[in-house]
């Protein structure tokens, strides 16, 4: 599985931010999927999670009610809809896959490439 994410830019605080992940190699349509993110000089922490139905989705408590994670399986791509940006949400963001979601949140078995979020005040 290939993971490629994209939308990450520079934006201000109270700004809207849509970043994608496009699964190529294999269908992940049977696959939990999510994000993390990694500020500068800090660990990678997890974001968001959502099922291979997208019947359940979790999230972080930083990002909990701002953020929405979401899935189209007929295109292989997850979404992740930031809103309320704030400085502290400057990240490189990356998109991960697993077959099971418990083990997605911990240590996902594939990663994407990371795309930079930057959220100015």
């Known amino acids: 599985v290939q993971l490629q994410a994209s939308g990450g830019g520079l934006v201000l605080a109270g700004d809207s931010l849509r970043l994608s992940c496009v699964a190529s190699?294999?269908?992940?349509?049977?696959?939990?999927m999510g994000w993390f993110r990694q500020a500068p000089g800090k660990e990678r922490e997890f974001v968001a999670a959502?099922?291979?139905?997208?019947?359940?989705?979790n999230y972080a408590d930083s990002t909990k009610g701002r953020f929405t994670i979401s899935r189209d399986n007929a295109k292989n791509t997850v979404y992740l809809q930031m809103n309320s940006l704030k400085p502290e949400d400057t990240a490189v963001y990356y998109c991960?896959?697993?077959?099971?979601?418990?083990?997605?949140?911990?240590?996902?078995?594939?990663w994407g490439q990371g795309t930079l979020v930057t959220v100015s005040s």
């Open positions: 991960a896959a697993d077959p099971f979601e418990a083990i997605l949140v911990i240590n996902p078995g594939y």
């Open positions: 190699g294999r269908t992940v349509s049977n696959y939990a």
């Open positions: 959502i099922s291979w139905s997208g019947g359940s989705t």
